[in-house]
Antibody, heavy 115, light 107 residues
Framework: EVELVESGGGLVQPGGSLRLSCEAS????????MYWVRQAPGKGLEWVSY????????YYADSVKGRFTISRDNAKNSLFLQMNSLRAEDTAVYYC????????WGQGTLVTVSS | DIQMTQSPSTLSASVGDRVTITCRAS??????LAWYQQKPGKAPKLLIY???SLESGVPSRFSGSGSGTEFTLTISSLQPDDFATYYC?????????FGHGTKVEIK
């Protein structure tokens, strides 16, 4: 069974940093592209970033470009999102996800940016 | 970037009603469309993938149709557990795009 478990969320001050992790199991992690998606409180779903299976292709939403860095460790079946220069508008639940012919999602981790 | 326009934004319906939600893509996306149900505090739950394929374990009252730019999600007979927010999503791209959501409320 495919499982994606996010961790690393929490409360951080504006301008601070946070690193999210997503641990994958139940499939060959190194064969799949991975995504981060976020959802601000009471708002819709927003694509944040994409990384290909071998990390050769990486893309970001304009709203996080230059501040967030996606990476992965295929040996440890893990996906990461390094978030720097955080702003109040980055407050959201962050989900990692895998795309096949369907889409698998984790349960999300809450990031709150507030002083 | 492909834009997904979902309508209506809110829908009031009664138990037993037939409900239809529409999603329109700004350019053709073949059948690379998914539908989700989301309840407060929960992750999105996949209902339909590739426009019309029912995810395992999802009740058969949910169905999806369409291809190209026009897609619909239909709930044939609304049940109490179906009151939630529904999203469409274009995938099979490095850049996923989502509709803004349809909240299905009790009439």
């Amino acid at each position: 069974e495919v499982e994606l478990v996010e961790s690393g969320g929490g409360l951080v001050q504006p301008g601070g940093s946070l690193r999210l992790s997503c641990e994958a199991s139940g499939f060959t992690f190194s064969s799949y592209s991975m995504y981060w998606v976020r959802q601000a409180p009471g708002k819709g779903l927003e694509w944040v970033s994409y990384i290909s299976s071998g990390s050769s292709s990486i893309y970001y939403a304009d709203s996080v470009k230059g501040r967030f860095t996606i990476s992965r460790d295929n040996a440890k079946n893990s996906l990461f999102l390094q978030m720097n220069s955080l702003r109040a508008e980055d407050t959201a639940v962050y989900y990692c996800a895998r795309e096949t012919t369907t889409v698998d999602w984790g349960q999300g981790t809450l990031v709150t940016v507030s002083s | 970037d492909i834009q997904m326009t979902q309508s209506p934004s809110t829908l009031s319906a009664s138990v037993g009603d037939r409900v239809t939600i529409t999603c329109r893509a700004s350019q053709t996306i073949s059948s690379w469309l998914a539908w989700y149900q989301q309840k407060p505090g929960k992750a999105p739950k996949l209902l339909i993938y590739k426009a019309s394929s029912l995810e395992s374990g999802v009740p058969s009252r949910f169905s999806g149709s369409g291809s190209g730019t026009e897609f619909t999600l239909t709930i044939s007979s609304l049940q109490p557990d179906d009151f939630a927010t529904y999203y469409c999503q274009h995938y099979n791209s490095y850049l996923w795009t989502f509709g803004h959501g349809t909240k299905v409320e009790i009439k």
